[in-house]
């Protein structure tokens, strides 16, 4: 995948692919519908599959005290698509020019003179330009005035228990997220939702008492509901995904205020200081509490490492039964045009 961060960037061999719209946090089931229509486009014309997005998202530009929301920041969105087989992904600086940018000149500018589009997909409510301007409206009004195809996703609706008849949203599994519900979460996904970073220095107080643990900081990613959780743990670099069980929470044990994520990884001792985890939610398993000594906590911590054993054993929680999404998976998936209308 071609990583590009400016439109000056694309070369003229990279032009004239087909274009996908959005932000795409999370990288949910409707995204990946998006996605996967104009990937199947892309190799019926044989052209090459561009994803564009801004960064940082408009929310933390217009709104930078926000607390974090971030299904997926900038590094595991981008890993994401990769996965998923784009050709090129090209992140547009959200800052005040762009912002301020009329719809009419981002697809002059963006769309034709710098990408040479010839198909468009977007989802049912994009939208883009100054003030949120610009719709499928005006998009499907420049294509026709100047020769570029748009292909506009009908909303998605949700077929899992609670959710029926829902649309896919970053909001539905944002919510999932914040009640515990990782394994739901997932499944809105289609792929294990996952905290990332590099491991950072702490109190190792975890070591004193016969539980090391990796400490990892949230940044820009949401914060789902404080407590323990069953982990699946990859080590960038390494290819070993190790299980775990985690804490996300202010360890009140001992006093402390900041959320942090502490994961516990089972049958390992090495060193992970300053590498890069990617941390899978597996499943909540309780609500983070404080206990009255240190004897406790170890007591709990023993029981909680039994139950986080037993849940990722079960079928249902199986890595692979979540894989991020590919391409070629998708459109096995789906044999015929998903969901498409002009």
Known sequence: MRLLRHINEVSAEHRGNVVALGNFDGFHRGHQVVIGEAGRLARQMKQGLTVVVTEPHPVSFFAPKVPPFRLTPFRERAQLLEQFGIDQLLVLSFDKSLA?????DFVTEILLKGLDTKHVFVGYDYRFGKGRGGGTDVLAWMGE??????????PVTVGLEGYAGEVYSSTLVRQALQAGEARKAAALLGHWWSINGRVTKGDQRGRTI??????VELGESLQPKLGVYAVRVHIEGDGRVI???ANVGNRPTFDKRDVLLEVHLFDFDEDLYDKHLRVELVAFLRAEQKFDGIDALKDQIHRDSR???IVLAEPENARDRLEPPTLDRYLKLFPEPHIRAR
């Open 100 to 104: 301020g940018m009329r719809a009419q």
């Open 145 to 154: 005035m100047e020769g570029f195809g748009l292909s506009v996703i009908k």
């Open 210 to 215: 016969g539980f090391p643990t990796a400490n």
């Open 243 to 245: 299980q775990g069980v």
């Open 307 to 309: 139950v986080a054993r």
